[in-house]
């Protein structure tokens, strides 16, 4: 990067901060905030409430999500000075390809409660800024069409896809062979959602998005899938659904679904399609009995590198890189799986030792803010997932929202990294954090020796 003394300076957070204030002269102010209180408690004035109890919503009494901000907190940057940080670098390499920070645009489900076109926008958000989009399995829009959003702001732009395993292995490997032809760049197979968790908000108002076909256009564009419909459909004996009561909230559902299933709103009005369609994916979805045969054989029937999401355990882990798995993604689904876990910072050390270097470690849980990007680098992490916060940047401003949330994240750690007294993002370790409870500024995490040939 080029020195920040003089015209022309590259620096993500100098350029960024100028930017702003130089509108600011103009009296102009940035419509997404730069701190994240701020940005919630503006996006929660964006939201419907079910958007809000979706997005915002975690499992059970929410001490996951709490033990997640808490962890961050425990940890303090120790800060160096006299040294040369004219020169930044937060540039990563994953999977073989650099990437200009180490920050990915988590997945989402049912983006569209937040904004019409969720994926494309947030995808043309990524894609502005260089980094991948993990496209959701329970995205709103097909792959595909996010893609060619993706690629008309930067060809190529980088993006991976998050795959929920299905009861329908064959819609398994469809999905895997659609990625694969969008030129996802890996797959990331979430394992922590084989069932819902207890969600209270939604629940407290009986709302499920996908029970609207919300979030499942994946699905009603994949070729298996619609297969699966109209041989449900088809059945000689198909059990006559539940007797359908005639409410308000019954006919804005049904509208919903034809709305949002390929076909004409009006004949989808008049079809079964819809509402099958819906109930197929409620059906088969998820797996509870995925396992390792599993995941092992997607490693054989894929060129794309395997990433595993929701990894806590250090065992698990290690089993992971044993089988061929590429990556590990540290993450407690945001609080929204399991009330009372770990948080996934706390997790993330003994999985960076235990993955040894063999396999990338990314990181999702909890980040907010630049700080928490440094930390989590530096216990261990090659990147992080940013949820949330883009989301809510979305819900505020579209696509741009999107970005400047994001963009905003990685400023911050360019700053963080600079006043450190660090010049690249490779050069974070365990001795740069210490703990706030103990002062050892120690961890387990070994240091960052060359990554190992992996898949």
Same mark, same amino acid.
């Given at each position: 990067?080029?020195?920040?003394?003089?015209?022309?300076?590259?620096?993500?957070?100098?350029?960024?901060?100028?930017?702003?204030?130089?509108?600011?002269?103009?009296?102009?102010?940035?419509?997404?905030?730069?701190?994240?209180?701020?940005?919630? #408690?503006?996006?929660?004035?964006?939201?419907?409430?079910?958007?809000?109890?979706?997005?915002?919503?975690?499992?059970?009494?929410?001490?996951?999500?709490?033990?997640?901000?808490?962890?961050?907190?425990?940890?303090?940057?120790?800060?160096?000075?006299? #040294?040369?940080?004219? #020169?930044?670098?937060?540039?990563?390499?994953?999977?073989?390809?650099?990437?200009?920070?180490?920050?990915?645009?988590?997945?989402?489900?049912?983006?569209?409660?937040?904004?019409?076109?969720?994926?494309?926008?947030?995808?043309?958000?990524?894609?502005?800024?260089?980094?991948?989009?993990?496209?959701?399995?329970?995205?709103?829009?097909?792959?595909?069409?996010?893609?060619?959003?993706?690629?008309?702001?930067?060809?190529?732009?980088?993006?991976?896809?998050? /795959?929920?395993?299905?009861?329908?292995?064959?819609?398994?490997?469809?999905?895997?062979?659609?990625?694969?032809?969008?030129?996802?760049?890996?797959?990331?197979?979430?394992?922590?959602?084989?069932?819902?968790?207890?969600?209270?908000?939604?629940?407290?108002?009986?709302?499920?998005?996908?029970?609207?076909?919300?979030?499942?256009?994946?699905?009603?564009?994949?070729?298996?899938?619609?297969?699966?419909?109209?041989?449900?459909?088809?059945?000689?004996?198909?059990?006559?659904?539940?007797?359908?009561?005639?409410?308000?909230?019954?006919?804005?559902?049904?509208?919903?679904?034809?709305?949002?299933?390929?076909?004409?709103?009006?004949?989808?009005?008049?079809?079964?399609?819809?509402?099958?369609?819906?109930?197929?994916? /409620?059906?088969?979805?998820?797996?509870?009995?995925?396992?390792?045969?599993?995941?092992?054989?997607?490693?054989? #029937?894929?060129?794309?590198?395997?990433?595993?999401?929701?990894?806590?355990?250090?065992?698990?882990?290690?089993?992971?890189?044993?089988?061929?798995?590429?990556?590990?993604?540290?993450?407690?689904?945001?609080?929204?799986?399991?009330?009372?876990?770990?948080?996934?910072?706390?997790?993330?050390?003994?999985?960076?030792?235990?993955?040894?270097?063999?396999?990338?470690?990314?990181?999702?849980?909890?980040?907010?803010?630049?700080?928490?990007?440094?930390?989590?680098?530096?216990?261990?992490?090659?990147?992080?997932?940013?949820?949330?916060?883009?989301?809510?940047? /979305?819900?505020?401003?579209?696509?741009?929202?999107?970005?400047?949330?994001?963009?905003?994240?990685?400023?911050?750690?360019?700053?963080?990294?600079?006043?450190?007294?660090?010049?690249?993002?490779?050069?974070?370790?365990?001795?740069?954090?210490?703990?706030?409870?103990?002062?050892?500024?120690?961890?387990?995490?070994?240091?960052?020796?060359?990554?190992?040939?992996?898949?």
């Amino acid at each position: 990067m080029s020195d920040e003394s003089g015209v022309g300076a590259t620096s993500p957070g100098r350029a960024r901060q100028n930017a702003i204030y130089t509108a600011g002269v103009f009296g102009d102010r940035p419509r997404v905030p730069a701190d994240f209180a701020e940005l919630e #408690r503006r996006a929660r004035a964006a939201m419907s409430e079910r958007a809000w109890a979706y997005i915002a919503g975690g499992a059970g009494e929410g001490a996951t999500m709490t033990a997640n901000r808490a962890a961050f907190a425990r940890w303090e940057i120790v800060p160096r000075v006299l #040294r040369d940080v004219s #020169r930044r670098d937060l540039s990563v390499e994953l999977f073989g390809h650099r990437l200009p920070a180490p920050v990915l645009f988590a997945p989402v489900g049912a983006g569209e409660l937040a904004r019409p076109d969720s994926d494309v926008l947030i995808g043309q958000a990524a894609a502005e800024l260089g980094v991948p989009y993990i496209f959701s399995n329970q995205g709103c829009s097909p792959m595909e069409e996010t893609a060619a959003a993706m690629d008309a702001v930067r060809a190529g732009a980088p993006r991976w896809f998050q /795959l929920y395993w299905s009861t329908d292995d064959d819609l398994v490997t469809s999905l895997v062979r659609r990625a694969e032809s969008m030129d996802a760049q890996a797959i990331v197979v979430t394992l922590d959602t084989t069932m819902l968790g207890w969600r209270p908000q939604d629940l407290n108002i009986g709302s499920l998005p996908f029970a609207r076909a919300e979030g499942i256009a994946q699905y009603t564009s994949d070729p298996r899938f619609r297969d699966i419909v109209a041989a449900r459909l088809a059945a000689p004996d198909r059990p006559a659904g539940p007797k359908v009561r005639v409410t308000r909230s019954a006919v804005a559902a049904l509208a919903s679904m034809a709305r949002r299933v390929p076909g004409s709103f009006l004949s989808n009005l008049r079809s079964p399609v819809p509402r099958e369609s819906v109930q197929t994916f /409620l059906d088969i979805y998820s797996r509870p009995s995925l396992n390792w045969d599993d995941i092992a054989g997607l490693c054989d #029937r894929t060129e794309l590198p395997v990433v595993l999401k929701g990894i806590l355990h250090p065992d698990d882990a290690a089993r992971a890189v044993d089988i061929g798995v590429g990556g590990i993604v540290v993450s407690n689904h945001g609080g929204r799986q399991v009330d009372g876990s770990i948080s996934a910072l706390d997790a993330l050390p003994g999985i960076a030792e235990a993955v040894r270097r063999r396999a990338h470690v990314l990181f999702d849980s909890g980040i907010r803010t630049g700080s928490d990007v440094y930390k989590a680098l530096a216990l261990g992490a090659d990147a992080v997932c940013v949820g949330r916060p883009h989301m809510y940047g /979305l819900a505020i401003d579209g696509r741009d929202g999107a970005r400047d949330a994001v963009a905003n994240i990685i400023a911050e750690l360019d700053l963080t990294l600079g006043l450190a007294g660090q010049t690249s993002v490779s050069e974070l370790s365990p001795d740069v954090v210490r703990r706030a409870d103990c002062g050892c500024g120690q961890s387990s995490h070994t240091d960052r020796a060359p990554l190992s040939p992996t898949r």
